[in-house]
Structure formats: structure tokens, C-alpha cells
């Protein structure tokens, strides 16, 4: 996703903006620019590629800017190139815009600029958004910048600067997150997200939808749909510490060896009374403002989980724990495709959403259809303040910590293990959960960490087999049960930081079709953990080998008869229960991130990726 960061005050505004877009880079980008104000004039610097090619061009300034916008493109409207790359400015020069959304009325903004003689150098839609605001533009900048986007369809998250308010910043957001930072000193920072405020104040004010925002060093006036209203500044909780490798060759590595202790917070957060557990004691969870009391949740009909990616796979595991808890249907749907397919909803049904980001436009979507419909809405994420946790009736967070890396990881199993919580908390109020079970299902979920730690302590074996398969061009993921998503998970960990084809599978399925694609050159990776179906994935395998596939399995810990079936055998602690799934979610994260370290692929910030699609 496209990165935005200014600021204005003391310091050299440069090295502040470079600073923050290299924040920025695990949204992935393409190529990157900044606009920097001195002396009344103003100086425009692109680059295709990282920040550090922006960075050589900025090393030529002969002065020190104290404002500046920046800005990290991933290429939706025009390719990567460097005429593309934002800062735009509009036709006088005066004004230059960055930009993350998409104007989705561009072009008819575009004809009717052209009409009275605007000029346009690029494909883009964010150089209409700066020739329209300097078009507009009578001498107050903020005003120019309502009336924009009032014109706007679509979605933005904009910084504007302009030669004559030297020291100024307006932001405007609709859609993408913008986040304010006021410094001790005076300075203020606009960004994407609180991380490149971070180093300079925890003080963060999140921008609305339809909010507009004029920066000056000391000085923040915040307007809702044109009137001036108070600015609310929170306090963000995460530390610069969280946002560095701590020693980890990348911040994936990193966030899966964090998984055993994010499991544990989550846990102390929300159990409240895990230490006095007892068949007699059932447990009691910490779900501030849960939107739905006792009787309400007695009559549900039915839930629907939406979400994308990794958290929709999180999503399928959710909705097998909460049929087994609460008896009542569950369904999971992607939210690209639930807004627009006029589902059957009405108010007696809870929409679930789950995100890391809460920021993800298509859940986004879902959520907002789901609200109209008279639904009531709950969101399991796991950034503080975003846009979906802000518009939701209610949310659980995850309490995972920042998650940086593009390949989402321990936010996955965090979902899954918010969604487990959830789960019990309905059950019980609905009497579908008794409290015994109730007790022994918390207990898992409070021992799921040191098996964690224990399929971690593999990370060698993993590595080892991993490499046998290192070249491999395809791969096949297959698992039944809870096993078909982590199957799905594990096929776009590999896909997505090592670019290798991997499709995931319901194992049941490959005699219909996938089975056609086996032979020597196709690693199959299995989840083959005891259980019901345990003799029905043993033929899986079988069928495999018997037309010479290579066979990986995640296999339980107590299994003395699979490994003679198999190539490979990673085995994990099988407590045989459904927080299987967050241990055996070890494997296949370390699998793929293996591969792809050893293919020099950009393990943290993928090809063509974005780590939160605020765009549909
Ligand atoms: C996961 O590894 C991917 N980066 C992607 O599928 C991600 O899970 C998806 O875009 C949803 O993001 P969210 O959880 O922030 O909504």
C-alpha cells in the first residue's frame, strides 16, 4: 500500500520524512518522492524503486527544509515509474499532493479540468487531485482542499503543502488511515500509520472519514465536513522498540518467534480469571463493550465471519469452533464479495469481522453492509484505533503487537486463538458450552503457547526439509477438517514471500481433480495429525505416492507408524484438540520462510505485495 509522511517544525524535515517512509516500506511500494518547502519555493524529488534511491537524490539539497511530504507509491492507476511517483503538483507548481486510494472519478475530473486548459503529465489520478485543489486554490489551502474533495468519488488519504503556507501540512482522509503525531517541541507529523511518529511522540490522533487537518508547528485545527471541531489525541502503547528487527534477520522471523508470547498476552487479557479456573469457577473473559448481552445472543440465528487472506483462513477455523461451541450455523465470506452479493442478513444475524489491519477495504465493506442490514457487528483485530475496529459495534483485540512483516504470521494465530475465546464466551452464554468443557477448552488455549515453543525448537528439522524442496516450481498443501485452512495458510505463506506456486487443498478433494498434477517434481506438505480422519489422510498419502509424489508431513508427536509412509516427517505436540491448529501453523510458516530465504526473495516486503489493501 502507498505511504504517506510530513512534517513541519525544528528539525531537518528530510531526514524525518526519509526516516518514516523507510518505516513505511513493509506496505510494499514501487517508487517513492517528497515535496520540501524553503524560503518560499519548493523542490519536487522522485525515484523509482526503494527509498534509498530518493534518499541520493535529497543528498544534492543545498539547504534545510523544516517541511516536507513524502510519500512511498504502489502502483494502482499508471505503471512505477518516476513521472507517476507522487509528490503531484498542480499546474502552477505551487501546490504538491501525495496520495493513498484511489479518485475513483478521475477522469471525468480530469476532462473537466482539461476543458479549461489544465495540463496533465501523468496517468495518475492523485496529479487530478492536485491540479483540481490548485484550481480551487484562492489563497486558503484548507478551503481549496475541502471543496476537492468534495468532488472526490472514491477513496484518499492526501498531505497537501503549498509555497504560500511555508510551514503548513493539510491532510484530508476518506477510506486509507492518517494519523496526526503532535511533538513536545512543537513539530507535527502526518503519516499512513503511527510508526514513523513514533520516534518523535506518542501523542497520535487518528483522522475520520471526511476529516481535514491543517498542520503548522504548535498549532493542529481539525474540520469535520468543513466546521472546525476538537482534536482528540490518544496515547498509541506501541514502543520504536517493536517497530525494529530486535536481531532477527527479518521482522517475519521475528514475529513468529513473538507467537509464543503474543499468545500468552492475549490470554491474560482476556481470560480474567485464568488463575482460579475450576470445573465450579467457569471462566470469564475481559470483552469490553461486548455488543451483545445474554439474551441477545440466545437468539442469533446464525453468524457470518468476513474477512480476506490469511485472516479468512483464521476465519474458517473460527467458524468450526464456534459451531461446535454455540450450535448455530457459521459461515465465512470473503467481504470482497459478501458487499456486493445482496446476502441473506437481517438483524438476528452477528457478522464477525477479522483483520489485522482493520484496515482492509473489502472487510471494511462487509462491515458497512452488514450495519445497514441492521446487523450487529463484531471485529477480532489487532491495530488499535482503526477503521474498522472504530465503526464496528464491537471489538476484541488481539493484543498481538505490530505486525510489519507482509506475510502475516502471528496475527494469524492470534485470530485464531481471539476467535477460540469467542467461541467459549458465546457458548456459555448460551448454554451450548458446559462449564466443564468450558474450563478444559481455556486450559488448552493457556497451554497452546509452550507448544508453540516446542514446534519452534524444530525450526532446524523444518529448515533442513524445507531446502530439500527449495527449487521446487509447484506445491500442494492438502489437510482435512481444521487441516483444510491451515492447508490454504500454508499454500499462501509459501506463495506469497517465496513466489513458488502452492495451491492448499481439502485432501478429500485431490482424487477430483489435483491429483492429475502429482508426480516426482511436486512436493505434497500434509497435515496428517491423528484424529477422526486420520485413516482417510493415510490413503491421501498413499494415493500420492503411488504416482511417485514426494510427501511432507506435519504429523503428531506420538505417531510411531506414518514416517515409513512418507519422504519427511515434522512432527509437532498433539494434544488433540483445535488448538492444533495454531501449533501446526508453526510448520508451514517456517517452511515458506526457509524456501524463500534460501530463493533471495524480499522475505518482508514481497514482490507486488502490500501489507494493508485499503483499496478495493
Ligand atoms: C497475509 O499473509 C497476507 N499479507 C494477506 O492475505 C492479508 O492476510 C490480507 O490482506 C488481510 O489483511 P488484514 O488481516 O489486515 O485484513
Known sequence: MCGIVGYTGKLNAVEVVLSGLRKLEYRGYDSAGIAMLHDCSMDVL??????????????????????????????????????????????????????????ENYSTLRSELLQSGAKFLSETDTEVAAVLIGHLYKGNLVEAVIQATQRFEGTFALGVVCIDHPDMIVGARRGPPLAVGAADDGAMMLASDALPILPYTRNV??????????????????????????????????TAEESERGGYRHYMLKEIYEQPAVLRRLAANLVANAGSLSPVSPPTFNLDNFPLNNDALRKLSRVVIVAQGTAFHAGLIGRNMIERTVRIPVSVEYGSDFQYRDPVIDPSVLVISVSQSGETADTLGAVRLAKERGCTTLAIINTVGSTIARESHGVIYMHAGLEIGVAST????????????????????????????????????????????????????????????????????????????????????????????????????????????IDERMPVIVLALKGRRYDKIISNIQEVKARGGRVIVIASHDDTEIADKVDDVI???????????????????LFAYEIAVARNCDVDKPRNLAKSLTIE
Not at 457 to 466: D, G, L, P, R, S
Not at 571 to 589: L, T
Open 410 to 517: 502471528k496475527a494469524f494465530t492470534a485470530q485464531i486463538a481471539a476467535l477460540y475465546v469467542l467461541a467459549i464466551h458465546i457458548g456459555l452464554q448460551r448454554g451450548t458450552l458446559s462449564d466443564a468443557d468450558a474450563v478444559r477448552r481455556v486450559a488448552d488455549l493457556l497451554q497452546v503457547a509452550s507448544r508453540v515453543d516446542e514446534a519452534l525448537a524444530c525450526a532446524e528439522q523444518v529448515k533442513a526439509v524445507a531446502l530439500k524442496y527449495k527449487d521446487s516450481a509447484n506445491a500442494l498443501f492438502l489437510g482435512r477438517g481444521t487441516g483444510f485452512p491451515l492447508a490454504l495458510e500454508g499454500a499462501l505463506k509459501l506463495k506469497e514471500i517465496s513466489y513458488v506456486h502452492a495451491e492448499g487443498y481439502d485432501a478429500a478433494e485431490m482424487k477430483h481433480g489435483p491429483i492429475a498434477l
Open 205 to 238: 490522533c487518528y483522522l475520520e472519514d471526511n476529516q481535514i487537518v491543517a498542520l503548522q508547528p504548535g498549532k493542529m485545527e481539525l474540520y469535520a465536513n468543513g466546521v472546525q471541531i476538537e482534536a482528540r489525541l490518544q496515547k498509541i502503547c506501541w
Open 46 to 103: 522522485r525515484a523509482v524503486g526503494r527509498v534509498d534511491a530518493l534518499a541520493r537524490k535529497t543528498a544534492n539539497i543545498s539547504y534545510v527544509p523544516h517541511n516536507a511530504i513524502g510519500h512511498t507509491r504502489w502502483a494502482s492507476h499508471g505503471r512505477p515509474s518516476e513521472i507517476n511517483a507522487h509528490p503531484h503538483c498542480d499546474n502552477t507548481g505551487q501546490i504538491a499532493v501525495v496520495h493513498n486510494g484511489i479518485v
Open 571 to 589: 512432527r509437532v505436540h498433539d494434544d488433540r484438540g483445535i488448538m492444533n491448529s495454531i501449533v501446526c501453523a508453526i510448520p508451514f510458516q
